[in-house]
């Protein structure tokens, strides 16, 4: 069975710094792309970053670029999100994403195929 499980979620003012994990379990990730979506409160989900299965291909919201950055630990199965200089507009829940497709547009909520439970961020001012 298939799991991801995202973890490192908090409470932090604004101006500072948090990484969050994907654990992922049930089968190596480590051929498939990634990515991390939140959804802040009474929005709809929105792609953050994803990261092509070979690691070597990063792509960001525009509202994150220069501040988050996404990587992956293919012996661990983990992928992280650093995400740093944190504005009370990047409160939302997490959620990271695995994509099986080898060609698939990652910005692209209806890519993905497994999805994790999500963790909070929330950032105070």
């Known amino acids: 069975q298939v799991q991801l499980v995202e973890s490192g979620g908090g409470l932090v003012q604004a101006g500072g710094s948090l990484q969050v994990s994907c654990a992922a379990s049930?089968?190596?990730?480590?051929?498939?792309?990634m990515g991390w979506f939140r959804q802040a409160p009474g929005k709809e989900r929105e792609v953050v970053a994803a990261?092509?299965?070979?690691?070597?291909?990063?792509s960001y919201a525009d509202s994150v670029k220069g501040r988050f950055t996404i990587s992956r630990d293919n012996a661990k199965n983990t992928v992280y999100l650093q995400m740093n200089s944190l504005k009370p507009e990047d409160t939302a829940d997490y959620f990271c994403?695995?994509?099986?497709?080898?060609?698939?547009?990652?910005?692209?909520?209806?890519?993905?195929?497994?999805w994790g439970q999500g963790t909070r961020v929330t950032i105070s001012s």
């Open positions: 994403a695995v994509c099986l497709k080898f060609h698939a547009a990652l910005d692209k909520e209806g890519e993905y195929d497994y």
């Open positions: 049930g089968r190596s990730f480590s051929s498939y792309s």
């Open positions: 990261i092509r299965w070979g690691g070597d291909t990063e």
